[in-house]
């Protein structure tokens, strides 16, 4: 793994730390501040900028209802000073997959985008059944 | 609108052009050749690697639910070589949030990632009702 890489994973690595942790201050550190930003919870519409991105995450992170996540599956994609790392994130109760995007800002690795949605079938799934009902979660077509 | 952002939102269009057109070859060409691609489609794992993606936009596109998407609302961020689209998908019967992000390969920009995911409420949603039920399609605590 090239050093950047593990740089990159490290910071990703931090932001699932400050989620864990419910540590907004950790979080408000961890998004660019010199770069665009912008961020799209599960359900949500696209939020741009970081007052409103924070803001989201404060809440989150102080709802009653934050939810424990863990990443796991990171994958690293190295686009020069920009990177993607997808991950799946797995909660109490289901698992999504997160696309993370970073941008080094004078040496550091900051957070420019988040993405996460609902996996509607995990990827241990082990059953073979071709199940292709129309399934309320999910828009037709995209599945089969 | 600069000319770089103008050429994304180019390359954009004729992503959902081939999407609209059902148009494999078309869908194939958008994609990186030179980068590393990785796609989300709603509800699935990740699919990493050329062939893998390409397959699964096959499979999309020819299947007999292919959906009638059209985007709206895009936000462009650009990072040098690098750009993240995000946008609106609309869909018969619901809206996505789709994040792109395009790579500059040899002049032309090209897909290295995308990802969408149902929009629980629409953006253009005018109740106020303050429905703070649990939600069978979202995680907990996302949407508060």
Not at 45 to 66: D, F, H, K, M
Not at 77 to 89: I, N
Not at 109 to 137: F, N, P, R, T, Y
Request: with cysteine; charged share 25%; proline share 4%.
């Amino acid at each position: 793994m090239g050093s950047d890489e593990h740089e990159v994973l490290e910071a990703h690595a931090a932001f699932y730390d400050a989620f864990a942790g419910r540590d907004v201050d950790a979080m408000g550190d961890l998004w660019s501040t010199d770069a665009p930003v912008s961020c799209i919870h599960p359900g949500w519409s696209l939020l741009v900028g970081r007052e409103a991105v924070l803001a989201s995450w404060q809440s989150i992170l102080e709802g009653p209802a934050a939810p424990d996540v863990v990443s796991s599956r990171e994958i690293v994609h190295l686009f020069g000073d920009t990177a993607l790392v997808m991950c799946v994130e797995t909660l109490a109760d289901g698992q999504l997959m997160a696309t993370n995007v970073f941008r080094r800002d004078a040496g550091r690795w900051k957070i420019v985008h988040h993405q996460a949605g609902l996996i509607s079938s995990g990827l241990d799934d082990d059953d073979d059944d071709d199940d292709d009902d129309d399934d309320d979660e999910s828009p037709p077509g995209f599945l089969n």
